[in-house]
């Protein structure tokens, strides 16, 4: 298993821009999320999925939207980039509630919006 | 709502000493609780977790962990440490019924020859 892949590794925006960052995984698991992580701040969670078809915003979604087509899959898009979306983008994938939280996170995305 | 502290922004030991990461949180019923590790440029790895039962968990890398809950802890523990051990370590809570975890602010481990 490939576990959780994440791309692009590094992507440079400018201001404005709109990109998709892209997640996926091959263990079937139902429960799929986005972080980011900022220095001093931990990890922060943007958006998440229990299932395909079934997306929800974590703590901190505005400026970020999500979808959920396949179990496989959850790109996260960013509609018009900020500088204050410069960040290092998690994705996490688990099991469904009966996996005891156990999650598996993918190797990130070093975002930078100039 | 839930919450987890890591008090220790960053923590200095000499190769061979002792650890201990503090971790504390707030839930209010019986926490589902995580150590993750990070090493530079990577991603987070599961050290250990802890559901129920023992209070002592065990985890990989010779870590271990013990729930203390009249002080509402889960203290990072190695009795050794190797210089590979140099990483950023977060606590991690299981927020409800749900596969949501809160993390803390981690703390950064540099380790000393």
């Known amino acids: 298993n490939a576990g959780v892949t994440q791309t692009p590794k590094f992507q440079v925006l400018k201001t404005g821009q709109s990109m998709t960052l892209q997640c996926a995984q091959d263990m079937n698991h139902e429960y799929m999320s986005w972080y980011r992580q900022d220095p001093g701040m931990g990890l922060r969670l943007i958006h998440y999925?229990?299932?395909?078809?079934?997306?929800d915003q974590g703590e901190v979604p505005n400026g970020y939207n999500v979808s959920r087509s396949t179990t496989e899959d959850f790109p996260l898009r960013l509609l018009s980039a900020a500088p204050s979306q410069t960040s290092v983008y998690f994705c996490a994938s688990s099991y469904s509630l009966e996996s005891n939280y156990e999650q598996y996170f993918g190797p990130g995305t070093r975002l930078t919006v100039t | 709502a839930q919450s987890v502290t890591q008090p220790d922004i960053h923590i200095t030991v000499s190769e061979g000493a002792s650890l201990e990461l503090r971790c504390n949180y707030s839930?209010?019923?019986?926490?589902?609780l995580f150590w993750y590790v990070q090493s530079p440029g990577q991603g987070l790895q599961l050290l250990l977790k802890?559901?129920?039962?023992?209070?002592l968990v065990q985890g990989i890398k010779g870590f271990e962990a013990e729930f203390k809950r009249s002080q509402s802890s889960f203290n990072l523990r190695k009795p050794s440490v190797h210089w590979s051990d140099a990483a950023e370590y977060f606590c991690a809570v299981g927020a409800g019924n749900t596969d949501k975890l809160i993390f803390g602010t981690g703390t950064r481990l540099q380790v000393f020859p």
């Open positions: 839930y209010g019923a019986t926490p589902y």
């Open positions: 802890y559901f129920s039962g023992d209070t």
């Open positions: 999925s229990v299932g395909a078809g079934i997306t």
